[in-house]
């Protein structure tokens, strides 16, 4: 019972980016975390505890990687306020585990000081020391210790108890102020000069760095080794996530079914088969696909790859205004906007960050592909091109590559209308190469997992529940000879709004399927099928609908919905998401105004020249 | 020189890091980073865009820098 008469401590783990700061607090919490945000920012509060060997709980909670006090962004304003005990919902912390990359010291050391100058109570945690080992780094542990006035403890993050020592020493010392008084000492000679003392080095960097540097950022095949993993990458997310996808579709399309055989007929069977389970399983089908992304994403993270390619397309970005660390939302947004969007975390410059989040939705993300699929297959003669080429193909790629540029367009309007002109900043580390260690991404993937699920079951709920009642009252009278959706407020808001589309030559019956396709854009397919009262399987679906569509639309009227879906403005998953990630509905307008309006423009262009061509 | 008219892998010395502005985080972020007089650094890679941006090498970190922000550093070859 002694477990409940010693007090529990609070520890923050800080220290530069790049130190293997998380994969320490993995190491102590294990599965046992929790990520939030900190209240009114987009800051990630990831929180974890375990249980010391005395039966002590200690409360861990992981800051931001920063590399001063004197903060840049908002990430490093919350790591320095919560070391000062200045953030009311953390509290002044009990012990800082201050976090040093060991075979980075003459970096590490100088925030080490600083975080020592704010006179808490704190330990250093010489981390990687493995690494160290290999490299010939030397490191005097006592002699650092009596330097710096702060207890030194070694770990190795990644292998299984390299935080015993850490764990011991918090548990069973009294942990107290550095016993040494600030001094008004230039830091870097300070940090010269324990370094000159304590540790040796037999050469500066990694052997291996230099070798993999010279060949990944060569000028010359730079580009190619990146286009050529890029395209592995979206190989693995669209070929190796298809079979699972089926599976998820056929689970919830046999659930829905099971629903339909066993419960009797009436709206609360619709509710739960048409918008519970298809409506949820509609988004859930992409899972498989942002998890393989999300492996990609961090193994590359976690090799020290990715920063490498955000060296390499810095420039190119910098161009449109963007940064060269946004191309990795926007390789995510490919598959869904989503994810995309809540990995612009990583993009330090708000401004570069908020562009960023702006342009995500512009990539073609795999939602809108059932929808080309239709209307390609409808409207697009299939032959070859130049012998080889399909023109079905072409034609989806071009609608790739439009919503690409479009993307950088808008980007570079925005850097003209920004009232700040200052340049945004780069200078981003380039960690050494590591070999991804399997429990870290293990770990990394069942929270950003977590995240997305989180994030999205909440808000498509409530959007199919609304999206149901739209489509289901008022219900058909029973002599109705058009099908039930027309006589519902969704036909009705279709009808309405059919005046507004009619210009860009949208049918009442495309209105009526733009407005369920807000919870997710292939639903709009779907939709459709409900419109032309098709039913049946969804390939069945899928093919009379390819045959209904082309004989009853004109030619530009099919091209008009391509080039809408281009920009797509009506996925309320994307826009919910851009809600949570900038605190900031007036952004929320804008994104969605401005997509809207482009949307309009591209169709209302595509339909006019069409009909003119086409007479 | 400025460092970034320094020819690629050869060896140099920190001379001075200016604050192009009163209030330069830049600069000052710069010299948080290790960029402070008498410390070797090196360029070891450029971009493949207009040889931007550089790859530097300062202490045993490796830093990607614009040009412009680079252009704060002054080195001598060592």
């Avoid at chain 1, 006179?119 to 542990?141: C, E, F, S, T, W």
């Avoid at chain 1, 829905?256 to 009436?266: F, Q, Y």
């Amino acid at each position: 019972m002694s477990g409940l008469l010693i007090a529990p401590i609070s520890i923050v783990l800080v220290g530069n980016p790049n130190c293997g700061k998380t994969a320490l607090f993995n190491q102590l919490t294990g599965a046992r975390q929790k990520v939030a945000n900190f209240a009114g920012v987009t800051v990630e509060r990831k929180e974890g505890s375990f249980t010391a060997p005395s039966g002590r709980t200690i409360k861990v909670l992981d800051l931001p990687g920063a590399y001063s006090l004197d903060a840049l962004g908002p990430d490093e304003i919350i790591t320095r306020d919560v070391c000062m005990g200045k953030v009311a919902e953390v509290g002044a912390p009990d012990v800082i585990v201050c976090v040093a990359d060991a075979t980075n010291l003459r970096l590490n050391l100088r925030f080490v000081l600083e975080i020592r100058k704010l006179g808490r109570p704190m330990v250093l945690a010489l981390n990687m020391m493995d690494a160290a080992h290999k490299r010939g780094i030397h490191i005097d542990q006592d002699r650092l210790q009596a330097l710096l006035g702060i207890p030194v403890i070694q770990t190795v993050a990644i292998a299984g108890g390299g935080a015993k020592h850490l764990i011991e020493h918090i548990d069973t010392q009294s942990i107290e102020a550095p016993k040494i008084a600030p001094t008004e000492r230039d830091v870097h000679l300070e940090v010269r000069d324990i370094l000159n003392a304590a540790v040796t080095m037999p050469s500066f960097t990694a052997k291996i760095d230099d070798q993999l540097d010279g060949v990944l950022l060569n000028p010359v095949f730079g580009l190619p080794i990146l286009a050529l993993l890029m395209f592995v990458v979206f190989q693995a997310v669209f070929a190796w996530a298809t079979p699972l996808m089926d599976g998820i579709e056929g689970l919830f399309g046999w659930a829905a079914e099971m629903v339909r055989a066993h419960m009797p007929e009436g709206l609360l069977q619709s509710f739960i088969a048409d918008a519970m389970i298809s409506g949820v399983g509609s988004v859930l089908v992409f899972l498989p696909q942002i998890l393989i992304l999300f492996f990609f994403i961090l193994v590359l993270e976690e090799s020290g790859y990715l920063p490498r390619a955000a060296f390499l397309l810095d420039t190119l970005m910098a161009r449109a205004g963007l940064t060269g660390r946004a191309f990795i939302p926007l390789l995510s947004s490919f598959a869904c906007a989503i994810p995309g969007v809540m990995a612009t975390r990583s993009i330090h410059d708000i401004r570069d960050r908020l562009t960023t989040i702006m342009i995500a939705p512009l990539m073609t993300c795999s939602a809108r592909l059932p929808v080309y699929a239709l209307l390609i297959a409808a409207f697009i003669p299939e032959r070859q091109v130049w012998g080889v080429l399909s023109f079905q193909g072409l034609v989806l790629f071009g609608l790739y590559i439009a919503g690409i540029l479009s993307a950088l367009i808008v980007a570079w309007v925005m850097k003209l209308l920004r009232t700040d002109k200052s340049p945004a900043m780069l200078l981003m580390e380039l960690p050494s190469y590591r070999l991804p260690n399997p429990r870290n991404l293990a770990l990394g993937l069942w929270e950003r997992a977590g995240i997305f699920m989180r994030r999205i079951t909440g808000v498509i709920f409530a959007a199919n529940t609304l999206l149901w009642v739209l489509a289901t009252f008022p219900r058909a009278p029973a002599n109705a000879t058009q099908p039930a959706i027309d006589y519902s407020f969704a036909g009705m808001i279709g009808h309405a709004i059919e005046p507004i589309f009619r210009p860009i030559g949208f049918t009442w019956e495309i209105c009526i399927a733009l407005i369920p396709g807000m919870a997710a854009r292939e639903v709009a397919v779907s939709a459709l099928g409900t419109v032309y009262a098709i039913s049946g399987s969804e390939d069945a679906v899928a093919n009379q609908l390819q045959a209904t569509v082309a004989a009853q639309w004109s030619l530009a009227t099919g091209f008009s919905l391509l080039a809408w879906y281009i920009f797509a403005p009506q996925c309320l998953s994307t826009l919910a998401v851009i809600r949570r990630e900038t605190n900031s509905w007036k952004f929320v307008g804008i994104t969605a105004g401005y997509l809207f309006a482009l949307a309009y423009l591209a169709s209302f262009l595509t339909y006019s020249v069409t009909k003119m061509v086409t007479g | 020189m400025k460092l970034s008219d320094l020819p690629l892998h050869s060896a140099a010395i920190v001379v001075d890091v200016a604050d192009l502005s009163a209030d330069d985080r830049v600069g000052r972020r710069l010299r948080e980073l290790g960029f402070v007089v008498d410390e070797p650094v090196k360029v070891v890679a450029k971009g493949p865009f207009g040889a931007e941006p550089l790859l530097i090498q300062i202490g045993f970190t490796r830093f990607a820098l614009r040009r412009a922000e680079a252009d704060r550093v002054q080195v001598r070859t060592a």
